[in-house]
């Protein structure tokens, strides 16, 4: 039989046995709850995303459509602001050190592939300063001459410019741009020798093309595509991997006898190395969500690009292979900044 005094002691224990359990779950237990509706809630604020190039463009088409369809995922608006300059390092190098959890950059062809391999020091280290979110999309370069040129096909002009070394031209937009790559890549595969004539911008090499001062050129598909419909150039191959839709009938290079031969501007998403690894990860979901939404799939493909998305792991390896290709080309060329 209990005494009363026994069963004071049993509820004093049980209270306290009840206390303990409460106070853990206000504390331990209360304080796991916080930290996971804290990382759940980035972003609290308005995302930056910084392009490295002026308005206009592949580059502004593919950012605007993504910064469309994430500021509905993330639940904040994500808004694009144009940096351009020094070929993209300017803006590169200022968002390399934003500590602000909230800036991220639209990555490049040039600025992660090229740049490290033209410029004898850079203010930002490609590899080291960013973390890599997701591949965006991929824009072709067309391969194209002037109607002057007696070639219908990629087999023809290679043909035709093995006949005149070094008296044929082709223009780019500039030392180290992708036009210029372009072109370079077919050279050396092909085994042919042209000119090289670069200018500043893509609007004047155009003109001196259409006019007949320039016998070819490589051009992003966006830019370049009215002028094939109207019969102004003549599209002898497309570095896509595949045709495509807007010119079902043009063969791609390795169509036309360079099997594995792809030739594409390409734009991912980076952040600042400081970013926390779970809002990397948050960001790296959506992003694919936004880049694979049919709205910004078919403001892609109306620019001639190709919706891509993937996880950061294989971003980091796709920017990898491409440091490794443009290495090589860059080095037979001799390409040096303007």
């Given at each position: 039989?209990?005494?009363?005094?026994?069963?004071?002691?049993?509820?004093?224990?049980?209270?306290?046995?009840?206390l303990f359990q409460t106070g853990g779950s206000l504390g331990l237990g209360g304080l796991l709850p916080s930290l996971a509706s804290a990382q759940a809630t980035w972003p609290t604020k308005s995302?930056?995303?910084?392009?490295?190039?002026?308005?206009g463009g592949s580059s502004e088409i593919v950012?605007?459509?993504?910064?469309?369809?994430?500021?509905?995922?993330?639940?904040?608006?994500?808004f694009v602001d144009n940096k351009p300059g020094a070929a993209g390092n300017i803006a590169m190098a200022e968002v390399a050190r934003s500590e602000d959890q909230?800036?991220?950059?639209?990555?490049?062809?040039?600025?992660?592939?090229v740049n490290p391999f033209i410029f004898d020091k850079l203010p930002y280290d490609p590899n080291k300063d960013f973390k890599p979110v997701s591949l965006l999309a991929k824009v072709p370069?067309?391969?194209?001459?002037?109607?002057?040129?007696?070639?219908?096909?990629?087999?023809?002009?290679?043909?035709?410019?093995?006949?005149?070394?070094?008296?044929?031209?082709?223009?780019s937009a500039g030392n180290g741009s992708a036009g210029h790559l372009a072109f370079e890549y077919l050279k050396m595969t092909s085994g042919i020798f042209m000119l090289h004539v670069p200018y500043r911008g893509t609007g004047p090499m155009l003109t001196d093309l259409l006019s007949g001062r320039l016998d070819a050129s490589a051009i992003g598909a966006a830019a370049i595509i009215p002028?094939?419909?109207?019969?102004?150039?003549?599209?002898?191959?497309?570095?896509?991997?595949?045709?495509?839709?807007?010119?079902?009938?043009?063969?791609?290079?390795?169509?036309?006898?360079?099997?594995?031969?792809?030739?594409t501007q390409w734009y991912g998403m980076l952040a600042p190395a400081s970013m926390a690894p779970a809002n990397v990860a948050k960001l790296s979901a959506e992003t694919m969500k936004a880049v694979r939404s049919p709205a910004a799939t078919e403001?892609?493909?109306?620019?001639?690009?190709?919706?891509?998305?993937?996880?950061p792991e294989q971003f980091a390896q796709f920017i990898?292979?491409?440091?490794?290709?443009w290495k090589k080309v860059i080095s037979r060329a001799n390409i040096k900044p303007d």
């Open positions: 039989m209990h005494t009363n005094s026994e069963d004071s002691l049993a509820g004093t224990r049980l209270t306290r046995r009840r995302v930056r995303f910084v392009v490295p190039f002026a308005p950012a605007r459509s993504t910064a469309a369809e994430l500021s509905n995922t993330l639940g904040q608006s994500v909230h800036t991220i950059i639209l990555g490049h062809i040039g600025t992660l592939a370069s067309l391969y194209v001459v002037h109607p002057d040129v007696p070639a219908k096909n990629l087999t023809e002009f290679i043909a035709y410019a093995k006949s005149k070394p070094g008296k044929l031209s082709y223009g002028f094939i419909k109207s019969g102004k150039v003549r599209c002898i191959a497309t570095g896509s991997a595949k045709r495509l839709p807007q010119l079902p009938d043009v063969p791609t290079v390795a169509e036309q006898g360079f099997p594995g031969f792809e030739m403001r892609l493909r109306g620019d001639a690009a190709e919706a891509v998305g993937g996880t990898a292979s491409e440091q490794a290709r």
